[in-house]
């Protein structure tokens, strides 16, 4: 296996890893009621990590949840500065927002 194999392996465990602590169905719907009880009607989860988390297998866990339970997923970009993060690079983050009360993200 070559390094680039390697170091891209490592990345996309890493995002697994990442996906599972930050994405996890109990902490996301607990910071949803959360802001349901301060009166909101949706969650914006902050993920100051460089990397995308769309296509990891938490967050498809977490989406196909949260779709059956009737709430609404979106993923949002947000620009990253590169002093902000381990690549040193401005890198595009996509960070979930949940909504509920039939109010859906803009």
């Not at 296996?1 to 599972?20: F, G, I």
């Not at 994405?23 to 990397?51: F, I």
């Not at 297998?57 to 949840?65: G, W």
Request: glycine share 6%.
């Amino acid at each position: 296996m070559t390094r680039a194999a390697k170091l891209k392996a490592l990345a996309a465990q890493a995002r697994e890893d990442l996906a599972a602590r930050l994405l996890a169905p109990d902490t996301v719907l607990t910071q949803m009621a959360e802001v349901a009880a301060a009166g909101g009607n949706l969650l914006r989860l902050s993920l100051d990590v460089p990397a995308d988390l769309r296509q990891t297998v938490a967050a498809k866990h977490l989406a196909a949840l949260l779709m059956r339970e009737g709430f609404a997923l979106t993923w949002e970009a947000r620009l990253v500065g590169g002093k902000a993060n381990v690549t040193g690079a401005d890198v595009t983050v996509h960070e979930p927002v949940v909504s509920w009360d039939d109010v859906r993200p803009v």
